[in-house]
């Protein structure tokens, strides 16, 4: 309105200055008219308050991805609100499409000065969490005054503010006190003790200032307003406009109910409900509200805060001044023409036309990702391919999008906030899902409405599913637990969440379940079973060879083990009960025996499903057959000839392979005995050899030391014939290990006991 009056104004002063020219002015009036239409167009864009959200997508990692929607006119300026914690994620995220061929010349935000960067710009040099202290050093030196001391008010300059540790009472107790010192104008120094009842109040009015100030920057830090980001649109006609981004959401939760007819038919009712809480700045008026069951890579960078960088300080480098001298003069010549100095004057370079054409760069090169139609459509057709949308059907009524009174899909008066009546949750085939990546989705198509601050439960599933009441019982969790074994014949994965369960119209007992996938079965369990006892009354377990491998050392034997474990189930309940006992499953080739066959089997369990009759006991006896394999390695140094009788004894039809390696084991065993006695003997002869020699050079020159050369003698030749035994020894040693390695090496034997 303001700018077509803005043209009328311009038209109707060129008809008055037109009226005064002679004919042929309609030309000068039609260039008068084109120049205000020019003038009009090169306006600032004009701006809107709101561009609303229509598509929310909530995952369970705590992000969503929000995009609004709207049409633009010409030159437009659009303004989206957020909350502060927003922004980052938003700046990080942002992606704007202006679809009409126009282009965004620039996003605008509101921004914020770091509290320490703000408090720079005051002279009180404080920091954001001052003590009383602190406040006072900040007031040395300044003219105050001082009420409620000894004396009446006090004007003077503020000099310090000190401690004392003071004694208090008669013990040895202490307390600090602080004091101030104030010189008054006539110079005298007053010393006043800081009490409850003193106050001092600066004199002057721009500290005064500084200090409201510095209380509204500290205020400022406890608000939580919104911050405007506002975007340029520039282009012709109508277009629409499209902004997405991610933000911080609280996590979307499952929660289903699980309720029982009254009289058993196998299956129950499955209700499926998320709970969507909106905390961030804008309405979801009549969104498309998609539900992800998975957790995206998402992280926070402090985007929208002033980053400073740290400089290094450098100081400021000085000339050494030297001491005074005097100095001889020279002879006088004939006097000098000095040649003017340079003329200094200031560089302005072309610094705002350089600025100018960057941000021209940054606008082109934003219009032509704008306009971009291959990145549009990876930008938004990524959930095309991957999401089915809800075809809504509502049981007692329709699903509707306002926010009028009574019961509705929205926010509004009567059950308010958004949340939905039981009567009104989707009938069967009503919602399906997609899995993308390790995603799935659920996508409602008819619109949702959830004001800020409002949460709402949003139904995803009613459908009625086979399901069995069981009683669960594991060794690793002793008690017995009732439970119900479900089966999801939906076309939806189960989000994982709480769930509920009913019986003849009243509550029996909560629990969790993981996700469920179409297809699959998962017991469910909700209380425990009082009713029922189960133990174990006998455990058995047979060993018996059945293989033996032989291969160039290496023994391989294969033992087939039968184990048998026996269960008892007591019901002492007036009703009959199925009992699901769970029994740990033995992988690496374990079976079960023939004839047993488990309910249901999964990686670490069998499920064994056992009837019991009220007030009676069922057994059930649960044998498992595999191997065991037990490896050796055959060694010329490891001394196995015990080993290898065992297994001549155990397995007759090795001893004509294994005969010639016992032989040699017992000869190198034989070699290494001979190989320690002489060793013993060597040591016995070179302790006799050092004692002959030590007495013989005590009775040097005696007659008694001739006996001593004879016994030296000896044992010099004992010693000598032990050393050579020893080394002849080590070479039969040496020869027996070779030829007992050539023996093992060339072992190859291989026996089965269904073979014998």
Known sequence: MRRNLAAFSFLAFTLTIAAQFPPGGAAQIKAAAKASETAIAGSSPAAIKDLPVRKVVLYKNGVGYF????????????????????????????????????????????????????????????????????????????????????????????????????????????????????????????????????????????????????????????????RHLTLDSLGQGQRELRVSYISEVPVWKSTYRIVFPREANGKATMQGWAVVDNTVGADWDSVQLSLVAGAPQSFIQPLSQPLYSRRPEIPIATLVETTPQTHEAAEMDAPKVMAAPPQVSAYAGPMAGAAQMQMNSANRNFAALSNDKKLQQQLHGNYQNQTVNVQSEMVNGELGSGSGSGYGAGAGGGIGGGVYRPSDAIAEGDVSTNAFDDFFEYALAAPVTIHKNESAMVPILQQELPADHVTLWSESEPTPLRAVWLENTSKLTLDSGSFSIFESGEFAGEGLLDPIHPGEKRLLSYATDQAVRVKVTNRDNKRTLHHVSIQKGVIVETHMNVVSETYSATNSADVDRVVLLEHARRNNGWTLDDGLKAEETSPNLYRFKVSVAAHSTAKLEVRERGPQYTTVTLNANAGQQEYLLDLVKRVPDAVDKLKPVIDAETALADLETKIADAEKTEKTAAADEARDRENLTALKGNDAAKRFVDELNRAEDQLQATRKQMADLELEKQAATEKLEGLINGLSFDWSVTEK
């Open 67 to 226: 995009e609004h929607a709207g049409t633009v006119s010409g030159n437009q300026r659009v303004t989206i609100d957020f909350t502060s914690p927003q922004l980052n994620d938003v700046l990080q995220s942002l992606t704007v499409l202006d679809e009409g061929g126009g282009r965004i010349a620039g996003v605008n935000y509101n921004s914020t000065t770091p509290l320490a960067e703000q408090l720079k710009t005051l002279s009180l040099g404080m920091t954001d969490d001052p003590t009383s202290t602190e406040l006072f050093q900040a007031l040395r030196g300044q003219r105050v005054e001082v009420l409620g001391g000894p004396g009446g008010a006090i004007t003077g300059r503020l000099m310090s503010i000190e401690s004392r540790t003071e004694k208090s009472g008669t013990g040895d107790a202490t307390v600090d006190k602080f004091y101030l010192t104030l010189v008054a104008g006539s110079g005298a120094v007053r010393v006043i003790e800081v009490t409850p009842a003193l106050s001092v109040r600066p004199l002057d009015g721009n500290l005064q200032g500084q200090l409201d100030r510095y209380l509204e920057l500290l205020s400022t830090t406890h608000s939580t307003g919104l």
